[in-house]
């Protein structure tokens, strides 16, 4: 019954009108991603994003009493974000989401300022609620495999849950409607700008706006950039194999108690807006940003704890400020560190991208300066002396905080709790001893294919498609490029855990977010007894990325690359690139399979500095039709080569080999390849390539340019 009370259910109600405001935030970068994507380079609609300025409304003293008075209308805004699903073209889409996150924002702004009155603990059960809609917005995307089944890029054929989101978003405005004021004094307060006579708090003074709106815009992009999947500070800290950083599961759960751990120590406003506790928050963002592996992860965890435990003071010190001006100011800024963060690896498609060019760590001090700035600003208004508290009926006010703070922390960790069942429930397909298609014959199939950071041509997310595919192709390993969605702009998600899981695949994420790269993943059958992730020579152009592995391929080590060499309009970066893929292929004495981005003509000079300088041979030197993607081998028997078109996921095909391992005790000496082409029935069916790609394929994938696969001998 107690959950049933109107307390407890206007506070849940709130909370899921927090999910709903993370889940508007985290989809329209998303969805404006789009945009620049298929344009290489800005488009336009990035002025979208602005939409989150909204809250300047609220210096309009009508438009301000209109939502304080109707809550619901700025709710109602919010959950149009989320019935985007509907909306069929990607512009209609992406504009309609920019309405939610208008609404979303206003909705925030109205419920501080409306709430703010002191003595009530409305403004510190609003908080609470904010709080506790992030939290379960991570916990979803634990058990999602790092997707929000609300988001506008998701439906009923990609594992959406929309209609179930929308439907609870109407439950909890329903809630918002039905509800009266807590008094009458308070409903009075509504309508006007100040504050009923008997609830007034001993004299506090008002915070700066200027810095209390940076700091509330910094706060802002630390929680969406670093915490609002439970995956991003792990694949921050993830440097390869063998193991030298935590795997998102299981210990994405530690991501979200350090987070709930930090809110509860909130209410320490004392020691949360303390210059040694920002301190240890900086110092953790030291951490997570330079350095690699567990202590990196550790210093993850130490931002989390520092940057959950400010929410309160912030949005505290927001509220006794003007609120159009400091929310419009605040989300600017918000505005100013998200781009920021995108031109640190965006820096070739973008103005001024050169200055910001692979400086993450200027981003991440900016965003710390600025949480101090207004962790420091609101330290005054909420600080006081002890005689200040001594008021009559304080204690009064203080008991019913408490017991609001109380209720809201079962709550968080309620959620914490069921983060780490959804943890546990993934854990065993994470730990499974992946097998290899076919042993006996030795065979290992190497794919290669470039998927636009899982958003398809629709901009749906590709990720159930990418998944029925690669299970078709029964690849031993593969690699994927323009793999990273541990950014705001994709997303702030992972994947690859998803293909990992269900396809029972090790997997290597690869160079992490803050490597500066647009990312390059492998998945592989065979045990990796190693992986390097190198950062290719790129002095003019976006940074290049591969991943240099060696696996145990039925029991003798066989390196593969995965790489992404730069763009037509940069000569000196490809061969560079080039160049240096050469000399690790060169160096290297065990058999090797290259499946990599090249950005060539078959034959040009490139070509040769790639399969010459490298010692390795192309898969097929008479496929003249071809630019990007190549595949190259030595010291392996090729069997076969196919090239499967792209459907509507990306812009790129799919390209796959088929090879026959040598036994460990066979020398490799006189190894030489075959250039003799044979009949598919030359070989048993288990060397084949599958049967299902042939004629018109399945789901818009089939074999083309040769129509079928080609066989050697």
Known sequence: MTMLAPPMRHFLADTYLAFVFWTVLTSLGLCVWYFPLWHMGISGYEVALLADTAPVLLGVPALRRLLRQHRAIAATLGLVGVAAYVVASPTQRMLTVAIGSAG???????????DRI??????????????????????????FQTNNPAWPAMNASNGGWNKTALSLGVLALLDVISRRPDTLAAAQAAKKDDFPA??????????????????????????????????????????GYPGTGPHPVPWGGLVISALAGGFSMGHRAELATAMLWWGFGAAGATLVTLLSGWTGFVGGLMLAVYVGSVVRSLLQGVARCPPGRTLFAGAMWYNVLVLAHVWVVAYEFVPGGPILRERTWVVMAVTMASLYAGVRATRGALVTRTADNSTAGSSVADAAVGLGRQSARRVWWAVVAFGWVAMLVRLPATTRTPTPFHSKQRLLTVAIWTVHFDLDNDMWLADNRIIEAVRDLQPDVMG????????????????????????????????????????????????????THHLLPSPQGELACAIHATLDVHG??????????????????????????????????????????????????????????????????TDSDRWCQYLGFRGVQRVAYARISRG??????????????????????????????????????EYHFPTVFRGEGVRGHFYHVFKEPRYYK
């Open 480 to 531: 994927f490029l323009e793999s990273d969605t541990e950014r705001i702009i994709m997303g702030t998600r992972d994947w690859t855990q998803r293909l990992g899981e269900e396809l029972n695949y090790y997997v290597d994420y690869g160079p992490s977010p803050r490597k500066h790269t647009w990312g390059c993943a492998m998945i592989s059958k065979f045990p990796i007894r190693n992986s």
């Open 104 to 114: 979303v924002m206003l909705g925030l702004g109205a419920t501080l300022y409306e």
């Open 648 to 685: 509507t996921i990306t812009d790129t095909e799919i390209q796959a080999a088929k090879f026959v391992v040598p036994a460990v005790e066979e020398d490799l000496a006189h190894w030489k390849p075959s250039y003799t082409r044979v009949a598919e029935d030359h070989y048993a069916p």
């Open 198 to 239: 008997h609830t007034q708090a001993p004299a506090r003074r008002t915070p700066a706006w200027q810095p209390t709106a940076l700091g509330f815009g910094a706060l802002l992009f630390a929680l969406h950039s670093m915490y609002s999947d439970s995956a991003i500070i792990g694949r921050w800290s993830w440097d």
């Open 118 to 143: 002191p003595g009530t603990g409305r403004l510190d059960k609003d908080i609470h609620a904010w709080e506790a809609g992030l939290l379960v917005s991570v916990a979803v995307r634990m058990l």
């Open 556 to 621: 003798r080590d066989v390196d593969v690359i995965i790489s992404h060499n730069g763009q037509q309009e940069n000569p000196l970066d490809r061969r560079l690139q080039t160049t240096e893929l050469a000399r690790i292929m060169r160096e290297s004495r065990n058999p090797f399979v290259f499946a990599g981005y090249v950005v060539t003509k078959p034959h040009a000079k490139n070509y040769r500095l790639l399969f010459d300088g490298g010692r390795i041979h192309d898969v097929d030197p």
